[in-house]
Nanobody
Framework: QVEFVESGGGSVQPGGSLRLSCAAS????????MGWFRQAPGKEREFVAG????????YYADSVKGRFTFSRDNAKNTVYLQMNSLSPEDTAVYYC??????????????????WGQGTQVTVSS
C-alpha cells in the first residue's frame, strides 16, 4: 500500500519560512516525477513545484519562483519544499504527488498517480 506522509506545515507570520516534507512508503519513487500542489479555500488545486527523478531539474509556478525550493532525497524516498518569504497568499493545504509515468505536463494534476493527505500552511500576522 502506497502512502505519503506529509509534515512541516503550520502557522507562520508573513516573511517567515517553513519546510514541508513528504515521505513515501509502499514503493520507491526514486524514478518518478514528484510535484507539490496547493489548494486554498474556494479555489482549485494548483501546481506549485515539480522535480525530476534526478533532482537536477525543477519547475515552479511563477507565484513561488525565487521563494520556494524543491529538493529530493531518493535514498530516503522523501521530497522537501523549502518555502521562504511567505505571504498570506501562500495560505493553503499543500499536497505532494507522484507522476509515475512522466508525460512532461507537470502542471496537470490528473497526470499524478499518488497523492498525500495534505498539510495546512497558514500565513497570517
Amino acid at each position: 500500500q502506497v502512502e505519503f506522509v506529509e509534515s512541516g506545515g503550520g502557522s507562520v507570520q508573513p516573511g517567515g519560512s517553513l519546510r514541508l516534507s513528504c515521505a513515501a512508503s509502499g514503493r520507491t519513487f526514486s524514478y518518478s516525477f514528484m510535484g507539490w500542489f496547493r489548494q486554498a479555500p474556494g479555489k482549485e488545486r494548483e501546481f506549485v513545484a515539480g522535480i525530476k527523478w534526478s533532482g537536477i531539474y525543477t519547475y515552479y509556478a511563477d507565484s513561488v519562483k525565487g521563494r520556494f525550493t524543491f529538493s529530493r532525497d531518493n535514498a530516503k524516498n522523501t521530497v522537501y519544499l523549502q518555502m521562504n518569504s511567505l505571504s498570506p497568499e501562500d495560505t493553503a493545504v499543500y499536497y505532494c504527488a507522484a507522476d509515475v509515468n512522466y508525460s512532461g505536463n507537470y502542471r496537470e494534476r490528473s497526470n499524478y498517480d499518488y497523492w498525500g493527505q495534505g498539510t495546512q500552511v497558514t500565513v497570517s500576522s
